[in-house]
């Protein structure tokens, strides 16, 4: 499945922010799919991930309660609603998926073994 993210760019700390990734070539349903970033000069972290038919879902702690991860598998598409920005958030945003037998749950880790990737998305918060 090929994967393309959007929707970032430079807002201040408070603003939020809605990232979407569309996805192509195989049916989007088959797969878990998550958000993962990479601050310049970091590794790249797991952000949040969502089941196939978004029935589950896991979050970074540090984004707890300020993003939320939702998919609409009729549109091919994986969003992540940012609330609350803050500096720290400024990053490379990806959208990556796996394949996964259980439609309901996130195949474990949640935050490891994704084997399909898009090109980021850059986001970055002002103080």
């Known amino acids: 499945v090929q994967l393309q993210a959007s929707g970032g760019g430079l807002v201040q700390a408070g603003d939020s922010l809605r990232l979407s990734c569309a996805a192509s070539?195989?049916?989007?349903?088959?797969?878990?799919a998550a958000w993962f970033r990479q601050a310049p000069g970091q590794d790249r972290e797991f952000v949040a991930a969502?089941?196939?038919?978004?029935?589950?879902?896991n979050y970074a702690d540090s984004v707890k309660g300020r993003f939320a991860i939702s998919r609409d598998n009729a549109k091919n598409a994986v969003y992540l609603q940012m609330n609350g920005l803050k500096p720290e958030d400024t990053a490379l945003y990806y959208c990556a998926a796996k394949n996964s037998f259980s439609t309901q749950r996130i195949p474990l880790p949640a935050n490891d073994g994704y084997n399909n990737w898009g090109q980021g998305t850059l986001v970055t918060v002002s103080s």
């Open positions: 969502i089941s196939r038919v978004g029935s589950t879902t």
């Open positions: 070539g195989r049916p989007f349903g088959n797969y878990a």
